[in-house]
């Protein structure tokens, strides 16, 4: 009986610590800290370097514009 007892106790104990450890794991938002001028910046170079094309350049730059409005 005592043997059982202390076996549930130990499983009920290992269990809450292994809940406590399932945080949720979600997406979490995260303030930005990078400014339009970095982020023009930075599309320019992708640009220039040939990452992206003109037609992509033209359109993420109007995207940018328009987030900081």
Not at 8 to 17: A, N
Not at 32 to 43: P, W
Request: aromatic share 8%.
């Amino acid at each position: 009986m005592k043997f059982r007892s202390l076996m549930l106790s130990g499983l009920i104990l290992l269990c809450s610590f292994g809940l406590t450890a399932c945080g949720g794991g979600g997406a979490s938002m995260q303030a930005s800290t990078t400014t339009m001028g970095q982020e023009l910046m930075d599309l320019e170079k992708s640009y220039k370097d040939g990452i992206i094309s003109e037609k992509e350049y033209e359109k993420a730059k109007k995207d940018i514009l328009k987030k900081y409005e």
